[in-house]
């Protein structure tokens, strides 16, 4: 039928080019669903379990003392390493659990199915001797001083035999990743040896090593690195192992393990993602192209669109995705070969496995991005209108105040740091005292621990933070939203109902 004589061209056009925008907006959201979905799947999910499970958790015939999650010293590391380290990484039982003669071509196979790739590797990162300030009433008690780790305080001198390449500093190549653990940022180099390609020769090399003290009191952390592929659903699964050794004594332990698929393009389903790769790419030279020639005609305005800004921020995050996975993809080709040339020694996949899962962290966020520009083409809708007004003409409104709620908050989050950070984990550090008490607010807290910690200040602290921030502060925030709220939809009750809306255009 006819457009409505009442309504405007200019509107109609306006309609019609923001459907077909949606249209082609769909085709760009689908093909990237596809391409992200694609990279992902369920096994490997299943896989950095099954190798948890294994490395991590105890042998119910054994020992607890034995596993890596109750390592608490250097003696459990050495506990740990020669015996569920070693049981874990060499298979040499079969299925009815008798003994092969020999692992099968020389490699292990970890379940029978996770070919281990070249061999294990052990570093340390130690400091120097007096490397911290002793007070001087002390002094005639403490001949030896080691402090926390830090760069400057590293160690890089041959210690012990000083014949091998565990007893010499090795520097780290410029391009690994620095390592972020509980206690500091550890560098990539350090003292390294990597385990020989069977189980006795690397017992041997264990207790050799432990027997001449190649753990010391300088040692600050220790990383265990090895990677296995498994063939059957193509995934490398790259594990990390660390245990850090703080200056107050004991051993905090941490796991990584990585399961990736850094062979992208085998199979038939493997070839249609990379048609979605190339086809995402020339969406996003086309919306380059739309956005330039916005940014051009508006100038400065340009910027004063919410949505123009979340294009702008969708476009960005994309080009880096596409940057990190052509990076990725041709490290990956380059050093694939080299890394499988010597069974004997280490390959370092964890390299290709961290640009593997920085891509795949910032595709998701693009993802998210993607989703959420879905609103920019709805918004033409009556409701939707009405919700997009009153977040926009309330935001002044919650900006001031969320000044004043995150004043209090982060007070709250001080005192409650002093107070109970010595005693509660949850209170150890400031940033975790800001995300407890963000679950305080949804009901999920520990108030006994509090209470334990300070007897008259935890329960003062936890009623008055409930009472200003949940039962006060908070609700402001909804009363603000519902005020605005009924505001627009008193004025949207006085415009005319016969704007023409997108259904209309689908009638026509």
Request: proline share 2%; hydrophobic share 45%.
């Amino acid at each position: 039928g006819g457009a409505n004589p009442r309504i405007s061209v200019s509107r109609e056009l306006e309609l019609k080019t923001t459907l077909r925008e949606l249209v082609i907006y769909i085709f760009f959201l689908t093909d990237l669903c596809i391409l992200t979905f694609g990279m992902v799947s369920t096994e490997m999910y299943y896989l950095n379990k099954v190798m948890s499970q294994l490395f991590l958790e105890p042998p119910y015939s054994e020992d607890s003392h034995s596993s890596f999650r109750n390592i608490e010293s250097r003696a459990d590391f050495w506990r740990f390493a020669e015996g569920p380290l070693l049981d874990g990484l060499y298979w040499d039982k079969g299925y009815n659990n008798t003994t092969m003669l020999t692992l099968q071509d020389n490699n292990s196979h970890i379940y029978y199915e996770n070919l281990l790739l070249g061999v294990a590797q052990i570093r340390q990162l130690k400091v120097h001797n007096n490397t911290c300030s002793i007070y001087p009433h002390f002094h005639s008690f403490f001949t030896d001083c080691y402090s926390e780790y830090r760069y400057r305080a590293e160690d890089r001198s041959d210690f012990g035999l000083k014949n091998d390449s565990e007893w010499k500093y090795t520097s780290a190549s410029s391009l690994s990743p620095w390592y972020w653990g509980y206690m500091g940022l550890y560098s990539s180099g350090g003292y390294i040896f990597t385990l020989p390609q069977s189980k006795e020769k690397s017992l041997e090399k264990l207790v050799f090593l432990r027997q001449n003290n190649w753990l010391t009191r300088g040692t600050r952390i220790v990383f265990i690195d090895f990677s296995t592929y498994n063939a059957n659903i193509n995934l490398f699964c790259i594990v990390r192992l660390v245990v850090e050794f703080p200056a107050t004594g004991g051993a905090l332990t941490s796991s990584h393990t990585y399961s990736v698929k850094l062979l992208r393009y085998v199979t038939y389903y493997d070839y249609f993602l990379a048609s979605c790769e190339i086809a995402f790419c020339l969406f996003i030279i086309t919306f380059i192209i739309q956005e330039a020639k916005k940014m051009i005609k508006l100038k400065k305005k340009y910027f004063e669109s919410a949505w123009n800004c979340l294009d702008v921020l969708l476009l960005v995050v994309s080009i880096l995705a596409i940057i990190f996975n052509i990076y990725r993809t041709v490290e990956v080709s380059l050093l694939m070969e080299e890394l499988l040339s010597d069974p004997t020694e280490y390959p370092d996949f964890y390299f290709l496995a961290f640009w593997q899962v920085l891509y795949n962290e910032l595709i998701a966020v693009n993802v998210f991005f993607a989703w959420i520009k879905i609103f920019k083409y709805v918004s033409f809708n009556k409701t939707m209108t009405q919700l997009s007004s009153t977040l926009s003409r309330c935001a002044k409104d919650i900006l001031g105040f969320a000044i004043m709620f995150f004043i209090v908050f982060f007070a709250y989050a001080q005192l409650g740091y002093l107070v109970f950070g010595l005693q509660v984990e949850e209170f150890s550090s400031f940033p975790n005292c800001i995300f407890t008490q963000f679950r305080i607010v949804l009901g999920d807290f520990n108030f006994q621990a509090i209470e334990d910690a300070n007897r008259i200040l935890g329960p003062i602290y936890f009623i008055t933070f409930v009472f200003f921030v949940f039962f006060v502060l908070l609700n402001m925030f909804l009363a603000i939203i519902n005020d605005t709220y009924s505001e627009v939809k008193a004025d949207f009750q006085l415009i005319s109902s016969e704007e023409l809306q997108i259904r209309d255009l689908f009638r026509q």
